[in-house]
């Protein structure tokens, strides 16, 4: 007869090394997208736009520039916001984020 042993784990959160499901904002998930738009086509030092970016349940509906830094500019971070994949925690039946989109320092 043969023998075994196993070991598993049931939902097993932060704390003990599983992996929890993280939060991630608008702004984190735009992450990739802003740095293309930036690479692509270099604002001026300092830049800084606002988003209205407006979701419902898991989907981006609306996005629009509150405050710019440049047409083109404007327009790459606006099509960043609306190919954004929502992740699970935004659950809300409609709502309206703002996001502030920066130069690093």
Excluded at 47 to 70: F, I, N, S, Y
Aim: aromatic share 10%.
């Amino acid at each position: 007869m043969g023998s075994g042993a196993g070991y598993g784990i049931i939902g097993h959160g932060a704390g003990g090394g599983g992996s929890a499901r993280r939060p991630y904002t608008i702004r984190e998930l735009m992450d990739a997208g802003v740095h293309q738009c930036a690479v692509e086509h270099r604002p001026p030092a300092g830049w800084h736009v606002e988003l209205d970016v407006e979701t419902t349940w898991r989907e981006v509906v609306d996005v629009q520039v509150v405050q710019g830094a440049g047409k083109a500019f404007d327009q790459c971070l606006v099509d960043a916001a609306w190919a954004v994949d929502l992740t699970w925690n935004f659950n809300d039946e409609r709502r309206t984020y703002r996001v502030s989109v920066f130069a690093e320092p």
